[in-house]
């Protein structure tokens, strides 16, 4: 390892020369307090930034260990520091002058919800060292390298970074103190959640709606929630204490009430209470099984061998639709096989909304079921499915519905939703029901989908040419060598930095697992246990590990596999 002093000598010794020239900047320097290490460097001032780490022994920044003893208190702990150090570095970004993305300082930005970062590590495994992995624009003058203002950057501006943000003596004990406890008050509802036999939890008093549809803080002056007694529960919190709000219980649960009430604005909260959030948000005592899936249509995705014939059989043309595949679904496929692809998943509770889902896979209605036989509908709807997937599988649904009178008839919860305030109506409506009978229906027996189909390997072209450049060309959305794969409609993604690690992982799954044997849950399986063990250096064994990324849930490995095309198999 290097000293602080030879880095200064080795930048005074490249100051004017050609960009090139920072590369011999690359190494590992002592500074005393902590470790610089500057892993890769840009090819230009206007390229993608250096990438930097700085490692901080726990000597140094003796944070106590019960801060992070656990998984969630540790990526509470993480988040907790990562916003803080954003905070300092942000002061300095683009204070050292130059061309391109000179003096550029940035680091991950977080959102409202807390994920495990690269961009902020605690190594608990070995001996507590805090690691901040960030972005820095060398200085350049044109191509000329400007070593003088990257002294500045390395020398004054860090320095202060860490000892502001990074250090316990230095730090806010109170909101530390309370982010801790959040974590574990959290961890605890959802555990009690599952004892309790509960689908989801909204405490009393949670702000859900949003200031707009592009922005993710809570509105100023928004409604506080309030459950229906029938449904209050109250538990007792290690840190907060006692806690009331509405516990939705395990089964089929119906969410109505007229447009703008708070129906969607209510399932939105639920679809990300499977993360836990940051106080101030007024979610953040919003907590949903945490393998809960939205369900939609996704019209024009790939579907890959997928059995859908709990839901569609018997199509005119004869087609096997107990290893279906097409690469442009229709609305009714694509929610068949996202359910299907779900239950493989492991999912225990399914979101939908009815505005974003096929009308024809949720219900038929009386009159359609006079004049189309049952023997000429090929697909038997979501409606005549729901009851058995809690019974048989135990999943339950939480459903969004403003048109269709139909799905009271299945619901064992009825909550209204009245200017956001939701009450529950299900006594009402079991009362209304038999003033308005289904008709008599006979779908197919219920059977669990076959859940054994092999991931896609590479073609022998692909193979040989190793054809896997990945690049993100959006939150939602990269390329793996010439195949584009749309995670749009993957909802529960909440930040850029899942997209990039669900990039790498089918990269990886790509180049270790297509053995033409694998499983796509096997394979799901192997890549999130390696996450949760390992993090991510098992990715980049050979490599330095990057900002910039941050741990989906099992769900969502499962539907960027599902997602890929590959080789047709």
Known sequence: MNHASDLKKQLLSIHRKSYPAYKSLKGVYDFGEYTLSIDHVQGDPFASPSHVTIRIPFSVHRFPKDLYKTPETKAAFEDHLLRRFASQIRKFSFQAKGSGKSGLLSVSSCGQEILARTACEICTSK?????????????ANGRTINATELEKILFDFLP???ERGC????????????????????????????????????????ILPRQSGVSDLPMKDGVAFSSPESLRVTLHLPHRGSLS???????????????YHGKSTLLKALETGVYPHIAGDGREYVITDESA???RSEDGRIIKNVDISLFINDLPNGRDTTSFSTLDASGSTSQAAGTVESIEAESRLFLIDEDTSATNFMVRDTFMQQVISREKEPITPFLERAQDLYEKAGISTILVAGSSGAFFHIADTVIQMDCYHPVDIT???KTLCKDYPLSP??????????????FARPSKKQADRRDGKIRQRSKDVFSIGKEEVDLRYVEQIKDSEQ??????????????YSDGKKTIPEIADLLYQELKQNGYSGFFRNSYIPGGYAIPRLQEIHACLNRYRGESR
Request: net charge positive; proline share 5%; glycine share 10%.
């Open 441 to 454: 229906s006979s779908p197919a027996p219920f059977r669990m989908p076959s859940a054994k189909r092999i």
């Open 293 to 295: 899936v939205k369900l």
């Open 427 to 429: 006594e009402k409506v």
């Open 499 to 512: 997209t990039a690690s669900l990039a790498l992982l089918l990269g990886y799954a790509k180049d270790h």
């Open 245 to 259: 709000g509405m516990g939705i219980p395990r089964g089929i649960t119906l969410i109505v009430g007229g447009g």
């Open 160 to 162: 202060s970074c860490v």
């Open 127 to 139: 001996d507590s060292t805090l690691i901040f992995r960030f972005h820095i624009g060398f200085p």
């Open 167 to 206: 250090l316990y003596r230095t730090c806010d004990k109170k909101k530390l103190t309370e982010t801790f406890e959040l974590a574990e008050d959290q961890t605890f509802i959802r555990k009690e959640i599952h004892r309790l036999g509960l689908a989801a939890f909204v405490a009393d008093g949670s």
